[in-house]
């Protein structure tokens, strides 16, 4: 029996929080109940988590979510033998003889996982996941145990390819994941969703919030003129900090260059004088021809 069938496909979509990302999403789903372990990749705010966090909740069962971090090691991440174990404390040390790390945790308490921003972690820490990406085996050293995947068991996992503070995956490990895009989605669909979200916030707003988000990404994607481009979450930050300062009394124009200026921060990089002009520019001309 597959996790989900044809109804559920069209159920996870329609009550996702994140909007007009349908295909990973099947994708995901399709792969899913093939049995193997996902992994959402994209620039940073355009929904990877709350996806995958998502798909988790919907299957109904309990999961364990863990959000990888630089110090992160294997005794994390599969377990180990416990410091208190070392105690001369006798009593201490045979109450804490090892501790398990978030995956063996999961899968001897038959739980889902969602390891998140996985490669904020280096590699290492993730080396005793191959048997079990592998053959569906983990062997759990300190515990003289090796436990099978539970045919049913899900592992989803998050990251951000390439982007300042995280490692390069190794290749060994990528190709144990199935890679799954999320990106920018369609114009139409963050104009749908900003309606949505905020309700009345003026058309001509609107428009520009959208022109800055697609002025921003164009110049990452042609030259890397900018780190990354806005992300979704950025279009809705600006579109809620607009609708607020309009409604304070702020002009549109103001309230708009103030938002864009705010995110110019975020999506430039903040050391690089040139990469922060770039941003204004752009917002300052956008702002320009709302005016007239
Ligand atoms: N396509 C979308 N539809 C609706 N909301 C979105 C969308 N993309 C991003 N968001 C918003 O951005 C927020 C951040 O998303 P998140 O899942 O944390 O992104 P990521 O993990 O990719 O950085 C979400 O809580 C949601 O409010
Ligand atoms: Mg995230």
Same mark, same amino acid.
């Given at each position: 029996m597959p996790l989900f069938t044809r109804d559920d496909y069209s159920k996870v979509l329609e009550t996702s929080p994140i909007k007009g990302q349908d295909e990973p999403i099947l994708k995901a789903l399709r792969y899913i109940n093939l049995g193997y372990p996902v992994m959402f990749y994209g620039?940073?705010?355009?929904?990877k988590s709350t996806v995958a966090s998502h798909i988790l909740s919907y299957l109904g069962k309990e999961w364990l979510k863990i959000e990888a971090t630089e110090g992160m090691t294997e005794y994390h991440v599969i377990g180990g033998f416990?410091? #208190? *174990?070392? *105690?001369?404390d006798a009593e201490r040390s045979k109450e804490f003889l090892y501790k398990d790390g978030v995956v063996s945790r999961a899968m001897l308490e038959g739980k889902n996982l969602l390891i998140d921003e996985?490669?904020?972690?280096? *590699?290492s820490a993730y080396s005793g996941l191959f048997l079990l990406l592998s053959f569906g085996e983990l062997p759990l050293e300190y515990r003289q145990q090796v436990i099978k995947k539970p045919p049913d068991w899900v592992l989803i996992a998050t990251a951000n390819f390439g =982007? =300042?503070?995280t490692f390069k995956l190794s290749s060994a490990l990528k190709r144990r994941f199935i890679p799954i895009g999320i990106g920018y989605p369609k114009r139409y669909t963050e104009e749908k969703l900003l309606k949505e979200v905020v309700?009345? #916030?003026p058309e001509e707003i609107v428009r520009a919030i959208l022109d800055f988000a697609e002025g921003t990404r164009e110049m990452w994607r042609k =030259?890397?003129? #900018?780190p990354s481009g806005l992300s979704t979450d950025g279009v809705i930050k600006m579109a809620r900090y607009c609708h607020l300062s309009i409604q304070e009394g702020t002009d549109k124009q103001t309230a708009f260059t103030d938002s864009a200026l705010h995110q110019g921060v975020i999506i430039a990089d903040e050391t690089d004088y040139l990469s922060l002009q770039t941003v204004q520019e752009l917002a300052l001309t956008i702002a320009k021809k709302m005016g007239r």
């Open positions: 620039p940073a705010g355009n929904g416990h410091p #208190l *174990s070392m *105690s001369a996985f490669t904020r972690a280096p *590699s =982007d =300042d503070g309700p009345g #916030l =030259d890397k003129t #900018l």
